[in-house]
């Protein structure tokens, strides 16, 4: 194809009075992208396509063959053995899931095209199987946002009361999800007072949120003190099936506080309004970052085989204002709408 497209340039440029040299250099310097997306579930990853589309457009010297998932494994199998037919020069993978990824990821590697990982990770027997990954510390994350509770019931003077907790997770055997749970999971443990009424998957997806939050709350509405959404669109989907059941949302005592992640430009609006009361941020702007592992292999250089990028966090308030795990101290930003404006997403 590419063969043909460019003796087909030739013939034109030269019809056209072109120096040939110029068009063949043209047509080389394109590199070609194929990039393999989860779908299009969440705020978060509509920013990330966003970033990625604008970061590999034709203007900066790509073309990017973008394939929408739809949240589903056997897609992204798919398109990527179509990128690997069509011989692109890079295959970039945001992973909907860690496993299974090794069959495929060694046929791109047989075919000498570098694969890089973004968002989500894989977990695959040789590391080999793929150039680079950058993403999210998501099990930081997860540590911070309930390091923050830790400290806001203890600021409350609720520090030895029964807790409550529900936690709607991501899509099972993501990333984002595991190292969320994992961070959950850990200090619920850690709590003799702190205990999970129910752990379900709300696929990172605000309709699903709202529906696994009404049926949590048709068994155990009364009791709830804590709900914790893995992402902004399921904190959006709970927080109205809470209003819907005649519950109130918040940070007080006998309202049902809510947490997310992501902090998206909606989900920082509803920290504004304090009906998010903490948000931690998860970065999705990952196109320049790609870009940059691009470019040094073009250049012949090394690359981090993974990379992680800084967070930070928000509150609806300024009860906690900062956090410390392992030693490290966090800020927690109490949220304004000049930082929300201020925003790139
Ligand atoms: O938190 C969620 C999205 O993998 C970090 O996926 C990403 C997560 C993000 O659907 O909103």
């Given amino acids: 194809m590419k063969k043909k497209m460019v003796t087909a340039l030739l013939a034109v440029s030269m019809l056209a009075g072109l120096s040939a040299v110029n068009v063949m250099a043209a047509d080389d310097d394109t590199i070609t992208v194929g990039f393999s997306q989860v779908g299009a579930e969440s705020d978060w990853r509509t ?31 798919t398109a990527i053995r179509n990128f690997i037919q069509q011989e692109v020069d890079y295959i970039v993978l945001a992973p909907v899931t860690e496993t299974g990824w090794d069959t495929v990821l060694q046929e791109a590697k047989d075919a000498g095209i570098p694969v890089i990982i973004v968002d989500r990770m894989v977990d695959v027997s040789d590391d080999s199987l793929y150039t680079a990954w950058v993403g999210s510390n998501f099990k930081l994350e ?9 400290a806001y019931l203890e600021a409350k003077g609720r520090g030895d009361e029964e807790i409550n907790l529900v936690d709607i997770q991501g899509t099972i055997g993501a990333s984002a999800q595991i190292g969320r749970t994992e961070g959950f999971d850990e200090a619920v443990e850690a709590h003799d007072n702190w205990t999970t009424l129910a752990q379900q998957s709300g696929e990172f997806t605000q309709a699903k949120g709202q529906e696994v939050m009404e049926s949590i709350l048709k068994q155990s509405g009364d009791d709830i003190d804590v709900v914790y959404c893995e992402n902004d669109n399921e904190a959006f989907g709970a927080i109205d099936a809470i209003k819907a059941a005649g519950y109130e949302v918040g940070g007080e005592e006998g309202q049902i506080l809510v947490m997310s992640f992501d902090t998206t430009n909606a989900g920082l609006t509803q920290t504004l309004s304090g009906e998010i009361t903490c948000d931690t941020e998860c970065n999705p702007l990952h196109g320049p970052r790609v870009e940059e592992i691009i470019q040094k292999l073009e250049a012949g250089e090394d690359v981090d085989k993974q990379a992680f990028v800084d967070e930070v966090a928000f509150a609806s308030d300024d009860t906690v204002t900062k956090v410390t795990i392992d030693g490290t101290d966090y800020d927690i930003t109490p949220i304004t709408q000049e930082i929300i404006d201020g925003r790139a997403y």
Avoid: H
């Fill in 47 to 77: 920013a990330n396509t966003e970033s990625m589309k604008s970061t590999f457009s034709e203007d900066n010297g790509y073309e990017l063959i973008f394939d929408d998932a739809q949240q589903k494994q056997e897609n992204q199998l």
């Fill in 142 to 150: 997860g540590q911070k946002a309930m390091a923050w509770l830790d």
